[in-house]
């Protein structure tokens, strides 16, 4: 029994040994006294305040014009378009887009908020409207324009409806990203058929 001890005793003291000459150096890592100490590290102070993406009159403001957008642009393709499916494709689009425009005005009036909708285009949508409009291979100019801009609607609702920060509002961009997505694929079967 004394010779069990005395082994026992002999490894706690070898381990207590080899602890003490390792470091105790923490690779980054701050105590919680360190965190409290330096802003930086506390986790707290780094959450993410939410971008503008995700306030509400910024994406109303988005929204809406990219349906004027889409609406205008569709006028000019009812015009100078010459393909049957660019034509049938811009008729859909003014109304579809006059519809979601309607949605968004009642998801706003029902969420409360005061957001005003906006009634010019900004100016880098006008003057993609202003290319549009002189394009010479307007067909192709026009499918491709279409992919794009529903590509970027699309990215504005999904982030919204993820993140946004009015839920009726969120809920409108969840219902209407599908109809995005659908308009995207259709532009971009159209487009990829033109010669």
Excluded: W
């Excluded at 503008?52 to 994406?59: Q, S, T, V």
């Excluded at 957008?69 to 393909?83: L, P, T, W």
């Excluded at 504005?156 to 599908?178: E, H, K, L, N, Y």
Aim: hydrophobic share 45%.
């Amino acid at each position: 029994m004394h010779r069990t001890l005395l082994i026992a005793g002999a490894a706690a003291a070898a381990m207590s040994v080899a602890a003490c000459g390792q470091r105790t150096e923490t690779k980054g890592a701050a105590t919680p006294a360190e965190q409290a100490a330096t802003p930086s590290a506390n986790p707290a102070a780094t959450i993410p305040t939410p971008s503008n993406e995700a306030a509400a009159p910024d994406f109303v403001n988005k929204a809406a014009a990219s349906d004027m957008f889409e609406i205008e642009a569709a006028k000019i393709a009812q015009k100078r378009g010459q393909n049957a499916e660019v034509k049938k494709f811009a008729d859909k689009m003014i109304a579809d887009h006059t519809a979601i425009t309607a949605n968004l005005k009642k998801a706003v009036a029902d969420s409360g908020q005061a957001i005003t909708l906006p009634t010019a285009l900004p100016a880098d949508l006008q003057d993609k409207l202003d290319d549009l409009n002189k394009a010479g291979n307007f067909d192709r100019a026009y499918m491709d324009n279409q992919v794009d801009a529903h590509q970027a609607a699309l990215d504005v609702m999904q982030r919204f409806a993820q993140d946004g920060d009015v839920p009726t509002i969120r809920s409108f961009a969840a219902a209407t990203a599908p109809m995005i997505q659908q308009h995207h694929d259709q532009a971009k079967g159209i487009r990829d058929a033109l010669k």
